[in-house]
């Protein structure tokens, strides 16, 4: 039903409209959300590379934005194409909590020992660190200080931290338990020369209540110092070695050792002497070690008294001693002794002697013995001598007849020695009378006696002597000197000494008588 007239028009191309849609974002705190545009509107086979210039897209959110929706947060703008006006659509964004890793600490602790489990964080945001936290983790461990030697895989663990803006994520840690220390100290020691240490073990580092006890293997303890080990300091020569048990490592400490002098006890002896003498003093010798005696010492100790020869009799106390001595493994301890001085024996012998018939001997005392220049004049009293023998006692040998005793001295003891008598024979004057007689008669001689003793006379003569005359009846007148003697006489008792008398003779008297006529 019709036709047609077609006129012709303007057209007027208007943009058409691109919308541009920055895309919603999902991002974690701590991070830059990164927006990105879509765009819906592109006509005619046109895209991106259409435009212009691209429109730049960004998000109010930040890395410091905390966790939550932002509604509108991310938008884009600034682009622009000839053929299209572009529309911007924003979108929402989130801020999801920030993964943070909370790692317990792997621990290797000794036996006994509860580990002290931290926790090390990875994941903090914005130089942010734990003390972000509303509530730190807590950090513990399944091993506790029972627990025996072994790697515990995942048993340091941490739980219960929060905050605002992390979520956590716990990563366990293995715990390993390794031998506790036991450290075992050889006791130092001091000993003297002679004696072998004692070295015993004190411990420090048992865990749970274990004790000597809980050892499988007790340790033994030596000393390089021996009983032959000279006077010194000795470092570390104490040690122990050999303990045993599964849950502890030894460590070993050394122990010093030293060796003092050994006590020498050297004692003077006690000593006995007698007036006028010096005591000798030796030493005794108490405490020798391995074998040593004298000849180990490198200065013998010299021995007095203070007692001397002029020391009186007495108990001195503690007069003789020891001094001096030195060695190098020894110390020395003196021990004074008594020193006693005696009575010095004084000798007094009765002199011998040698008397007549009739008459008492005189007895001196000789001394043997004096000390210290002493003599007679020190004696407190003076022995006094005397003999069986007297004046009465015929004549003989008398053995041991003479003696002394009664002697006194503070220093001196008295040993009496006795002498022999002799009572040799008194002498007897026996004289011959002198007579005178007339020629032709023989004179008549007769004996006169000069020297008896004790009230003797002729009668105690065992031979009265005969006395006789040269002169006889034929002798001429004259006078005759000696001519009258006497002998033979014997007496026990007696010895004789004669004496001659004279004899005169007289003449005869010759009667002439005239005869008768």
């Known amino acids: 039903n019709y036709s047609f007239d077609y006129l012709a028009a303007d057209a007027t191309v208007s943009p058409a409209t691109l919308t541009v849609t920055a895309s919603s974002s999902s991002s974690t705190y701590g991070t830059v959300p990164i927006v990105n545009a879509s765009y819906s509107g592109f006509l005619n086979g046109d895209d991106v590379g259409s435009l212009a210039s691209l429109p730049s897209c960004s998000s109010t959110v930040m890395a410091t934005t905390p966790v939550g929706p932002y509604g509108g947060a991310n938008s884009c703008s600034g682009g622009a194409a000839p053929n299209y006006s572009l529309f911007y659509v924003p979108a929402n964004a989130t801020v999801s909590a920030a993964i943070l890793r909370v790692t317990a600490s792997s621990t290797s602790t000794g036996y006994g020992t509860v580990p002290t489990v931290i926790a090390s964080y990875s994941g903090f945001q914005n130089g942010e660190g734990p003390s972000v936290l509303t509530t730190s983790p807590i950090c513990s461990s399944t091993v506790t200080v029972g627990n025996v030697i072994g790697t515990y895989p995942g048993a340091n663990t941490c739980s219960g931290g929060t905050g605002a803006n992390y979520s956590f994520d716990y990563v366990a840690g293995d715990a390993t338990v390794t031998e ?51 006077v010194g300091s000795y470092l570390r020569a104490n040690k122990c070695s050999g303990a045993a048990n599964s849950n502890y490592s030894f460590a070993y400490v050394s122990g010093d050792a030293a060796v003092s002098p050994a006590t020498l006890t050297v004692t003077a002896s006690s000593t006995t002497t007698i007036y006028g003498t010096t005591p000798t003093v030796t030493a005794v010798y108490t405490g020798f070690q391995n074998g040593d ?225």
């Open 293 to 517: 005696g004298p000849g180990s010492l490198t200065s013998s100790p010299s021995c007095t008294s203070a007692v001397t020869s002029l020391s009186v009799v007495g108990s001195y106390g503690g007069s003789n001693t020891c001094s001096g001595g030195t060695a190098a493994n020894y110390s020395f301890a003196y021990v004074p002794a008594n020193a006693r001085v005696n009575q010095a024996t004084l000798t007094v012998t009765a002199s011998p002697s040698s008397s007549p018939y009739g008459t008492e001997p005189i007895i001196t005392p000789g001394f043997a013995g004096f000390q210290n220049s002493d003599g007679v004049g020190s004696l407190a009293t003076l022995p006094s001598c005397a003999s069986t023998v007297t004046f009465a006692t015929g004549v003989g040998t008398y053995t041991g007849a003479d003696t002394c005793s009664g002697g006194a001295d503070a220093d001196y003891t008295f040993s009496y020695v006795p002498a022999n008598a002799t009572v040799s024979p008194a002498t007897l004057a026996v004289t011959a009378s002198s007579g005178s007689n007339t020629y032709g008669s023989v004179p008549v001689v007769t004996p006169a006696y000069t020297g008896f003793q004790n009230g003797d006379g002729v009668g105690s003569l065992t031979t009265a002597p005969s006395c006789s005359s040269t002169v006889s009846f034929t002798t001429a007148a004259g006078t005759y000197i000696g001519a009258n003697t006497c002998s033979g006489a014997a007496a026990p008792n007696y010895s004789f000494a004669y004496v001659a008398g004279d004899e005169t003779v007289n003449p005869a008297t010759l009667t002439v008588t005239a005869s008768s006529t």
């Open 180 to 230: 506790a220390t036991v450290t075992i100290t050889a006791s130092s020691s001091s000993t003297s020369y002679g004696n072998a240490p004692t070295v015993t073990a004190s411990y420090s580092g048992f865990e749970n209540g274990d004790g000597v006890g809980s050892l499988t293997a007790l340790p033994s303890c030596t000393s390089t110092v021996t009983v032959t080990t000279g």
